[in-house]
């Protein structure tokens, strides 16, 4: 069994920043990569940013310069450090892990319960 716990959402004003914590935990071989996506009220959820285990990122484009992933592969903790903060940025944001359970495990998906980010103009 694995879990990640998310937190650090809040309520902020447009141009504020936050920063986002996930820590994995549990029956955990290795975690090939772990990211961030978000879903606002209506949509699909879409992704934010993710990292691989060699600190490899991709970014939506509409967070692009403005957020920052990294990770502490020590802890097995995800962060997302999001600065000059728009209300679009407004949803819920989900922690996600690709990893295995044991070295000859299949690669899973898991995801975080989420945690809500408010941006108010």
């Known amino acids: 069994q694995v879990q990640l716990v998310e937190s650090g959402g809040g309520l902020v004003q447009a141009g504020g920043s936050l920063r986002l914590s996930c820590a994995a935990s549990?029956?955990?071989?290795?975690?090939?990569?772990m990211g961030w996506y978000r879903q606002a009220p209506g949509k699909q959820r879409e992704l934010v940013a993710t990292?691989?285990?060699?600190?490899?990122?991709i970014y939506a484009v509409s967070v692009k310069d403005r957020f920052t992933i990294s990770r502490n592969n020590a802890k097995n903790t995800v962060y997302l450090q999001m600065n000059s903060l728009k209300p679009e940025d407004t949803g819920a944001y989900y922690c996600n892990a690709k990893l295995r359970s044991a070295y000859n495990a299949g690669l899973s998906d898991t995801w975080g319960q989420g945690t809500q980010v408010t941006v108010s103009s």
């Open positions: 549990g029956n955990i071989f290795s975690i090939n990569a």
């Open positions: 990292i691989t285990s060699g600190d490899s990122t």
